[in-house]
């Protein structure tokens, strides 16, 4: 049984950061591209970042760049995401997400059969 598990959420004051990891098990972490996505309550889930299964290429929606980072350690089985001069609006409930990818290369943005339970960020002061 597959099972994604977030952790690192909580509370920080904008300008802050955070790193949100996710614990993979039941699949060949390595076989896996990985992603996150965010959810404000009444907004629909929202990209935002990917990272290939070889961990070489990735992604991010235009609202994180430079201020977000994606990795993965593939001998952890874990994916993170380093989260600096976080706003208000960052504030949603973040999830992780796996796909199974022929290439090593290839990131998505949508079609991940994987997900986990999220975890809650707040920016607030």
């Known amino acids: 049984q597959v099972h994604l598990v977030e952790s690192g959420g909580g509370l920080v004051r904008p300008g802050g950061s955070l790193r949100l990891s996710c614990a993979v098990s039941?699949?060949?972490?390595?076989?896996?591209?990985m992603g996150w996505f965010r959810q404000n309550s009444g907004k629909e889930r929202e990209f935002v970042a990917a990272i290939s299964s070889s961990g070489v290429v990735t992604d991010y929606v235009d609202s994180v760049k430079g201020r977000f980072t994606i990795s993965r350690d593939n001998t952890k089985n874990t994916v993170y995401l380093q989260m600096n001069s976080l706003r208000p609006e960052d504030t949603a409930v973040y999830y992780c997400?796996?796909?199974?990818?022929?290439?090593?290369?290839?990131?998505?943005?949508?079609?991940?059969?994987?997900w986990g339970q999220g975890t809650q960020v707040t920016v607030s002061s």
């Open positions: 039941g699949l060949t972490f390595s076989n896996y591209a």
């Open positions: 997400s796996a796909e199974r990818t022929l290439s090593r290369w290839t990131t998505l943005r949508r079609g991940y059969a994987y």
